[in-house]
């Protein structure tokens, strides 16, 4: 499994991006993609995740700002990130359990005034 994640960027607080996450190879085993981040000096934290089925699940700090979504066609994974904080400026990750764990190149997300 090969996972190609892009969409990060610089954005001012209060503003959006959306993260993809593009999977190829043995896509057809991928039991969830989710997407983590780490900040510097942090650890790498758990942000959201789809399963094959459809369930989600965020992390707190997210809720009701972020919203992942899958497109089976595209075999790609979205994180649609609003109301962005300089919090959530961190390296984002994509990762895909097929069903051992896959890792994608990460993508910089900065949020700054």
């Known amino acids: 499994v090969q996972l190609q994640a892009s969409g990060g960027g610089f954005v001012q607080p209060r503003g959006f991006l959306r993260l993809s996450c593009a999977a190829s190879g043995s896509s057809f085993s991928i039991v969830a993609i989710a997407w983590y981040r780490q900040a510097p000096g942090k650890q790498r934290e758990l942000v959201a995740a789809i399963t094959r089925g459809g369930t989600t699940t965020y992390t707190d700090s997210v809720k009701g700002r972020f919203t992942i979504t899958r497109d089976n066609a595209k075999n790609t994974v979205y994180l649609q990130m609003n109301s962005l904080k300089p919090e959530d400026t961190a390296v984002y990750y994509c990762?895909?359990?097929?069903?051992?764990?896959?890792w994608g190149q990460g993508t910089q997300v900065t949020v700054s005034s």
């Open positions: 990762n895909a359990m097929a069903p051992s764990p896959y």
